[in-house]
Structure formats: structure tokens, C-alpha cells
């Protein structure tokens, strides 16, 4: 299959699309970002890489570093993670407070902020420095030591994220964070904060398409049946409260942020990522999500 004719098809079809949405202005470092941005990337298990776009630009990668943390998480083996978080959809927005209470604290998956919280919260409690090694693990990923923190984003978010941090200590409340509530948002701040391309996220990604291991260098980063679940919670959670229009629509594993990025996974295949700032409701990407849908009807790339 010719990718690169396909995404230089998309680029032309998604025109219209553009600038449709709103940009995450409830981060003020965010505000400011051009709404008609739009990069695709691929990278194939094969090694075929094709990209569109501004697809080298960085940006800020917000939620989508929640399968980064997540990943770090269960190669820790923390045998408590599943009594702490759920695996279900949230069907409410990913920063709600709602169910919190409901359910005791204990976060209906880890991929809406809360349960995010609880996952860096775990890392924290296995790793001396955090911040370090969630720079050096995405950094050895995508294979660039140039990957950073945006420390403006991250201090943005410190500044305002009141939101957050209620959560944190709601959570503290039910005894479901165990270190400091400040010290695990600055971790989770900044993890948020990471500035990437689509072609670094593409290329970070590809561990979940290949059952776990990186394909270039055959390093195994979690086991294939830990990749697969990852996979399925991507599928049934990493979209928030339209993840069964995104199924429906595009019908892949996929994890969007704020920043308007999103990465989907064709697993034994390929791994995606798309980036425009414009938004849904539900904080989705609408130009990245209308991207993905036209590659999966150009492709039959779809897991159903
Ligand atoms: O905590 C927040 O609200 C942001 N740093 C991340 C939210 C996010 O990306 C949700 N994704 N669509």
C-alpha cells in the first residue's frame, strides 16, 4: 500500500476541516496555538515511515502521556494498580469530579485525569526521580534525546489547575493517593507538558503494535499481554466521553490530548499519530479525528 499517496489524499480532504473546534484555552500556555496545524505521521512494524504536513512541528502532547505513565506503571509490576483504578468508559468529561465520590475515590480508568493522577501517584512511589525517567523512557522510545518538558506549559498548568489539584486531594481524602498531592501533579503537569512531533509520537508508539517490543531494536518494553490491554483500554477509554462514536467511526486504540493530538494503534501493523488544536466537547481532536476515519475507510486499517 502506497501511505504516502494516501495521506497526501487526506492532507487535500481535511481542508475544510481546519480550524473547526476549540482550541484548550483552559491552559493559558495553549491559547495561543494556530488552529489550522495539521501533521499526520505513520511509522509501520516494518519500518516504513510516511508523514504529511507539520507533522515534524511540536506540540504539546497533554494527555496522550497518560500511556506513557501508564506503561511505566505496569513495568514497575505494582501489583496494586487494579484495586486503585478501574478499566471502564467514564461516559463523563476527563476531568470530571462526579463519579469520584460515588465510587470511593477510586478512578473508573486510567486514561480521565483522576485515575492519570493515581498512576503517577504509583510511579512516584517506585521512582526516586519521576520526571527523569519519564523523560529518559520517551526519550529511548521514540529515540530522540532532544524530547523535553515544555516548562512553560507545565507551570501554566501549575498556575491553574485547580481543577486537578481538587482532584488530588479528593482522592488523598479516600487514602487513594499515597504520596504528596503538589509533588504528584508537578510530576503529572509535566508529563502533560512533553513537546513531540507526530512523526516522535508515531515512532514512540510502535511497542503497542508489535506486542510490546520496539521492532528496530527488538528491545521488550512490556510483555505482549500487558501491550494488549493497554490496547484495549485505549480502545474502550482513551477517547473520554465519545469513545463509542470514535469506535464507530475510525475502530481503533487510540488516545487523544488537549493539545490536539491523538495516536491510534493498528496492532501487528502500525502506529499513527495526528495533531490539530482544534477540539470537541469531549477535548478530542475534530480534524485529527476526521483524518483518521479517512485513512481507516482509504485503508481498511480497522480492528473489526
Ligand atoms: O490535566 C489536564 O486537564 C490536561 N493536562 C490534560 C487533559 C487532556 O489532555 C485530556 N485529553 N483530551
Known amino acids: 500500500m502506497n501511505y504516502q499517496a494516501i495521506l497526501n489524499q487526506i492532507q487535500k480532504d481535511i481542508k475544510p476541516y481546519l480550524g473547526q473546534g476549540k482550541v484548550a484555552d483552559y491552559i493559558p500556555a495553549l491559547a495561543g496555538i494556530d488552529p489550522i496545524k495539521f501533521g499526520m505521521s505513520i511509522h509501520t512494524v516494518d519500518g516504513i515511515h510516511a508523514h504529511i504536513g507539520d507533522a515534524q512541528e511540536n506540540f504539546s502532547i497533554q494527555s496522550i502521556s497518560k ?35 460515588l465510587e470511593q475515590g477510586i478512578p473508573r480508568n486510567p486514561f480521565i485525569n483522576a485515575g492519570a493522577h493515581v498512576i503517577t501517584d504509583i510511579i512516584c ?54 504520596n ?24 514512540a508508539f ?24 493497554i490496547n484495549a483500554l485505549m480502545l474502550t477509554c482513551g477517547m473520554y466521553d465519545s469513545v463509542g462514536d470514535f469506535a464507530y467511526r475510525v475502530g481503533l486504540p487510540s488516545k487523544s490530548g488537549v493539545g490536539g493530538g491523538i495516536v491510534s494503534i493498528v496492532p501487528g501493523e502500525m502506529s499513527i499519530a495526528v495533531w490539530s488544536p482544534g477540539l ?6 475534530l480534524a485529527g479525528t476526521k483524518a483518521l476515519e479517512l485513512f481507516v475507510n482509504y485503508t481498511g486499517k480497522t480492528i473489526f
Not at 528496530?216 to 518494553?221: D, G, L, N, T
Open 180 to 203: 504528596k498531592v503538589r509533588e504528584v501533579l508537578d510530576v503529572y503537569f509535566h508529563q502533560c507538558s512533553l513537546s513531540m512531533s507526530c512523526s516522535d509520537l508515531s515512532k
Open 280 to 285: 470537541s466537547e469531549s477535548g478530542n481532536s
Open 67 to 101: 500511556i506513557l505513565t501508564l506503561t511505566m506503571a505496569i513495568a514497575a509490576n505494582d501489583a496494586g494498580i487494579w484495586k486503585r483504578v478501574g478499566r471502564e468508559p467514564s461516559g463523563s468529561k476527563f476531568n470530571s469530579l462526579i463519579q469520584l465520590e
Open 206 to 229: 510502535l511497542y503497542l503494535a508489535n506486542e510490546g517490543v520496539i521492532p528496530s531494536s527488538e528491545k521488550a518494553i512490556i510483555p505482549k499481554k500487558a501491550s494488549d490491554r
Open 125 to 178: 512511589s517506585h521512582i526516586r526521580e519521576p520526571k527523569e525517567a519519564i523523560l529518559e523512557f520517551v526519550r529511548m522510545i521514540s529515540m530522540n534525546d532532544q524530547i523535553d518538558f515544555d516548562y512553560a506549559v507545565a507551570q501554566s498548568e501549575r498556575e491553574t489547575g485547580n481543577r486537578n489539584l481538587a482532584m488530588g486531594y479528593f482522592m488523598k481524602s479516600f487514602g487513594n493517593i499515597h
